[in-house]
């Protein structure tokens, strides 16, 4: 983190703390409160492993793994939609831009409505990875395409990637709708509320495999600050102030791909979170990457979880999907600080 | 033990210990069927939460709703504090169902039962969870009776009837049961035949295919009648008003969980329909 | 030295854009690059920049293939200025001038080169305003700040090259001699300046040589005395010019207007 400059440091260092201090309260509070009221004594003790039997079992098997889902999630599709956004100079790109999310849910479609007969065929233990893993296959599969077709001569063509993207995805589109038409009811209502995504489905394997995913890549995200910077000045001109452009393209594609596929196997396509948690970032912290893409980051936590305590506890026992909620409480939100800061500054990125 | 303990665990642990059986007085239903089944039980006052499905009888709507079987949310039911969870064959996410276990929740998933032998199946099931292991069998054995009776009544018509169920009307084309269907199911038991054998499952189908299908009776739940405005409304429609069905004005209108709900009240539902279709 | 050899390029059609040219910038000298438009001036400074790997011929800097340096290496020695600099965020200007810095070096290093470097473009006073609300030409001159902030952090000392592509385009009078200054004043500390010029007075007042372009090919090249010359710049941009000295003798080309007899 050296060279902030132009940042006055304090006042940085102000904001992230706050914004910390935010994403933390949100987190004691999905490990908090529930449908089940627990106190806070009850959920200390059960963490610290000398609770009774059902509050131990509710906050670590349940809350817990929610948690962690949550931040892994939010992190993820922050962080991809924060690159894409800066390698791709588009601020309305998001991960579903380049057909990301579409791949994924054709593999999660594609199992709903035809796994049945293979699941059977697999132990019960396997069963319900079925989805997560062929979600992220199709993510994979769909990905690799779309930066083959927008390769030519050794360079990709940000302009070819995004139409390819508009044409996976209206493929994709094409095929969620053959499956929609030759699935059952039960299936069909399945699809359905898979497309709104959850957290519900968190357990510790899921849990695990999905951190170790987003981590690595959301790490190595996260070290293109000054990256994502010179793409501001355009292709050419990065060049020339020393970056390997081709190089650092192919990578945050690859990348994203790896963070948002695993964040959608896990818990289905969350929109939203991609889009505007850089906007916010941008609009609180400036337009420095290096402080970008860690904003982003606690922002995607921050609106995911916030959003998941929300469905959880609105209207208990049941749970609506966490789709509704990232767009209602996210939405305002940023129209609100989209609102303020263009009295204070004019223009809006 | 801690001094805090929340209200709901409370009341499961007062339940089961001043109660001192093992059978679960506090339970939660996922899934219409089931929660008819332990109406007709008479153990109605040991149920705390349904799921969307459970419309009937009226009286279950005014529980705990803990949303699509589906996509149950595994604290939410805890928060209920059940010592059972009643679930339909497919309840979900898998993830939920383990952690209700690991919480310690009796999760029991009753066999799959969209059939007339299957209906039995599931009373005897839910039956012996409950304790009421006599009365289930004396319930299950006069839904047998009841059926085989409406099974030769259904016979005894032939030929058999053409019948169309239509789901939804909508914009587009009409939403149709096709082979294999819950409605289909039914409407062979009532003694009719599913006018529809181009598809599996519930589809749009074109208005040339309703047509060439030849429908004499029109199948379809009061919602949807009252949806669409009504039945004259509803057989004014260029793709039905020129089928026989149309043309004879041949309806019948039910209730959607009694058709299609493959619970305790089906024996009645398919002498409701059978009468109507021997008309 | 920065240099290519008989250097071909072609955009497929039947003239090649670059075609057969050899050209070479000393460290400490100006070279301008002059020649109407699509005389293939700008796809020349691409190739000497490694943007362009040439397709026939051969590119060295320093004795060395352009292509073997990775872009790191090469931005420490050599800074360009694009015809039309973009920039698609919302950067405070000092923020933009300290951007292609490709070392990492101190944030008190890095505020000075950027003082001195907005100082010598004119834009000190514009440090902490937003570079993307700035007028066109204000904007240009901090993408010029830019890249000479990149090439004096660089750290070295011997070999460091500026290529400038129409840094005078979006100028008003006054501010086109000051980049040309800056281009002035970054020779006498070493650096060789190739800079893609339209003024042909700016080349001529400030260069050390000029190079003619037409049609791909390098016309001729030498001291503008010698280079400019009425019947060569006549044919070249296919309309008649006039050559004269100015003021202080240097070489002065006007265009012969006509009265319009409509």
């Given at each position: 983190m050296k060279r902030i400059f132009g940042l006055q440091t304090a006042a940085g260092f102000k904001l992230f703390a706050a914004l910390g201090a935010v994403v933390l309260a949100i987190a004691a509070a999905e490990l908090a409160y529930g449908p089940v009221s627990l106190s806070l004594s009850e959920v200390s003790s059960a963490i610290l492993g000398w609770g009774d039997a059902s509050s131990t079992a509710i906050v670590t098997q349940i809350r817990a793994p929610r948690l962690l889902l949550g931040i892994a999630v939010g992190t993820a599709l922050a962080l991809s939609g924060c690159a894409l956004q800066g390698v791709l100079r588009n601020p309305l790109a998001d991960p579903g831009l380049i057909g990301v999310t579409g791949g994924a849910s054709v593999g999660a479609a594609a199992t709903i409505v035809l796994g049945d007969a293979l699941a059977l065929e697999l132990p019960r233990e396997i069963r319900p990875y079925l989805l997560p893993v062929s979600a992220f296959l199709g993510c994979a599969l769909v990905t690799s395409f779309v930066f083959r077709l927008s390769r030519h001569a050794g360079t990709t063509s940000v302009a070819t990637l995004i139409l390819a993207g508009v044409a996976i995805n209206a493929i994709a589109g094409a095929a969620i709708g053959v499956m929609v038409y030759i699935s059952d009811d039960r299936q069909l209502r399945d699809l359905t509320f898979w497309t709104m995504g959850s957290l519900g489905g968190a357990n510790w394997t899921m849990v695990a495999v999905t951190l170790a995913v987003v981590s690595v890549a959301a790490a190595a995200l996260a070290t293109l600050g000054r990256a994502l910077d010179l793409f501001q000045i355009g292709e050419r001109a990065a060049f020339h102030s020393g970056l390997n452009v081709e190089r650092t393209k192919r990578n945050i594609a690859l990348l994203s791909a790896i963070a948002v596929g695993g964040a959608t196997a896990a818990a289905g396509p969350i929109g939203f979170i991609g889009l505007v948690a850089p906007h916010m970032a941008r609009l609180i912290i400036g337009p420095s990457h290096r402080l970008v893409l860690p904003a982003s980051a606690l922002l995607g936590m921050g609106l995911l979880l916030g959003s998941d305590l929300a469905v959880r506890n609105i209207v208990p026992p049941a749970e609506p999907p966490i789709g509704l909620a990232t767009s209602l409480i996210g939405g305002p939100f940023f129209l609100w600080l989209l609102l303020t800061r263009m009295k204070g500054r004019g223009l809006v990125a | 033990m801690k001094l805090i303990v929340p209200t709901a665990l409370v009341a499961v642990l007062m339940s089961t210990v001043s109660l001192s059986e093992t059978f679960p007085q506090r339970i939660v239903s996922a899934g219409g069927d089931l929660t008819e089944i332990v109406y007709a039980l008479g153990a109605e006052d040991r149920l705390i939460g349904f799921d969307v499905t459970s419309n009937y009888p009226p009286s279950a709507r005014d529980k705990e709703q803990i949303g699509y079987v589906r996509r149950i949310s595994a604290e939410g039911v805890l928060a209920l504090g059940p010592d059972l969870v009643l679930g339909a064959h497919d309840m979900g996410p898998p993830a939920a169902v383990d952690q209700l276990r690991a919480a310690g929740v009796r999760v029991e998933l009753a066999p799959r039962g969209d059939s007339a032998k299957g209906i039995p199946e599931k009373v005897r099931f839910v039956g012996q969870l409950l304790g009421l292991t006599d009365k289930a069998r004396q319930l299950a054995s006069q839904i047998k009776a009841d059926l085989s009776r409406e099974a030769a009544r259904a016979a005894s018509k032939q030929p058999k009837p053409r019948v169309i169920f239509v789901l939804a009307l909508g914009e587009g084309e009409p939403m149709v049961a096709g082979v294999g269907s819950s409605a289909a199911k039914i409407i062979e038991l009532a003694g009719g035949t599913n006018a529809v054998t181009q598809f599996k499952g519930y589809k749009p189908m074109s208005r040339e295919a309703i047509l060439a299908a030849q429908p004499e009776v029109l199948l379809m739940m009061d919602s949807a009648v009252g949806r669409y405005g009504g039945i004259d409304k509803i057989l004014e429609r260029p793709e039905l008003a020129l089928t026989p069905a149309g043309q004879t004005r041949r309806y019948v209108s039910m209730d959607g969980m009694l058709l299609l709900g493959f619970g305790p009240r089906t024996p009645l539902a398919i002498e409701q329909l059978g009468e109507a279709l021997r008309q | 030295m920065l240099e290519v050899q008989d250097v071909t390029i072609r955009f497929g059609g039947d003239t090649p854009a670059v075609d057969n040219v050899s050209i070479a910038v000393k460290p400490g000298e100006i070279v301008s690059l002059c020649g109407p438009n699509g005389a293939g001036k700008s796809t020349l400074l691409s190739v000497l920049a490694g943007d362009l790997p040439p397709q026939e011929g051969r590119a060295f800097l320093d004795g060395r293939h352009l292509h073997d340096f990775s872009p790191q290496e090469l931005a420490t020695r050599r800074a360009v200025l694009e015809q039309s600099p973009t920039l698609a965020a919302t950067f405070k200007v000092k923020q933009l001038a300290g951007l292609s810095i490709a070392i990492e070096i101190s944030p008190d290093t890095v505020r000075e080169i950027v003082t001195d470097t907005l100082m010598a473009v004119g834009l000190q006073h514009r440090a902490e305003n937003r570079a993307d609300l700035l007028s066109g030409g204000q904007q240009h001159r901090a993408h010029l700040s830019r890249v000479l902030s990149q090439l004096s952090s660089a750290g070295v000392e011997e070999g460091r090259y500026l290529l400038l592509d129409e840094?005078?385009?979006?100028?008003?009078l006054i501010h086109q001699v000051t980049a040309m200054r800056v281009a002035r004043k970054a020779a006498q500390q070493g650096v060789g300046v190739l800079v893609v010029l339209h003024d042909l007075n700016l080349a001529a007042a400030f260069s050390d040589r000029v190079a003619l372009m037409h049609e791909g090919k390098l016309v001729a090249e030498g001291t503008a005395e010698k280079v400019f010359t009425g019947d060569r710049l006549s044919e070249v941009y296919e309309a008649p010019l006039q050559v004269d000295r100015g003021p202080s003798n240097t070489v002065r080309v006007s265009p012969i207007f006509f009265a319009d007899s409509g």
């Open positions: - | - | 840094p005078t385009a979006r100028l008003d």
